[in-house]
């Protein structure tokens, strides 16, 4: 089975910046990691490899993400943790792109590599859209199974899944191919082994453009972005309420005061 994960590198908590221009995040040169999400995925992908394998149908892994050169950092993690290449998407044209356009460079990619399973942690935490991995599905005709909790049984042909929802679980079989996006709760990440820095350190980084994934110019970018950020700004801080203290019943003709005064919409 070929098995494709779908990793975001996104900026470190506390190094967010945005360009006044184009009120885009600035990537570049800024400290990033893996997006914890996608950390689950990509354990849950590299545990199927090893299931599928183990059950007589050798697996490998593909990671792939969208993203400038420095992307390739990830990427290295991403095979040190059991991976077993990577494909970084990088081009000045796919710069500015929504989640409209990233979904699709995604599934651009995936159609030409044709796994049999991709699978894309929920949502990143720059954005929280959760939008992406859906989008993959839509743009590259694979059926999906979102905030996936368990894969249960996977077969060459289906998979049945366990999924998190809002007034507990479900249970959903998925004809493959397939798109999941994964929860939390599906599994805990591993460390990287010394052998897997190993791998990490000497492997190929594939690179391809827009050329190379027959990605239109007017489909990428802030060119083909049908959402637009019109402006963007720091939420003002929060200033201190006042405090009232001594007995209680005082203290309830204060509030009585206070509301009083405040003008009813």
Known sequence: MK????????????????????????????????????????????????RMTAAGDPSTVTVISMGPPQAEDALREAISLGADDAI???????AGSDTWCTSYVLAMAVKKLQPEL???GMQAIDGDTGQVGPGIAI??????????????????KKLAAKRLIEEGYEF?????????????EINEPRTPSLRGKM???????????????EAP?????????????????????????EKYEGETSIIVEKLFDVLSCMEVV
């Open 118 to 120: 991709v699978i894309c």
């Open 199 to 213: 791998a990490a350190k000497k492997a190929e980084i594939i690179k391809w453009g827009a050329a190379e994934i």
């Open 3 to 50: 098995i494709c994960c779908c990793i975001k590198q996104v900026p470190g908590t506390t190094e967010v910046k945005i360009n006044p221009e184009t009120n885009t995040l600035v990537r570049e040169g800024v400290e990033t990691q893996i997006n914890p999400f996608d950390l689950y995925a990509l354990e849950e992908a590299v545990r199927v490899k090893e």
């Open 172 to 184: 959903c079989e998925v004809k493959l191919p397939a798109v999941l996006t994964v929860v939390k």
């Open 217 to 241: 110019a007017e489909k990428v970018g802030l060119l083909g972005s049908p959402t637009q950020v019109v402006k963007i700004m720091t939420p003002p801080c929060r200033e201190g309420g």
């Open 139 to 156: 743009h590259a005709n694979y059926a999906q199974a979102s905030y996936v909790a368990e894969i249960q049984e996977i077969d060459a």
């Open 88 to 94: 970084l998407l990088s081009d000045r044209a796919f």
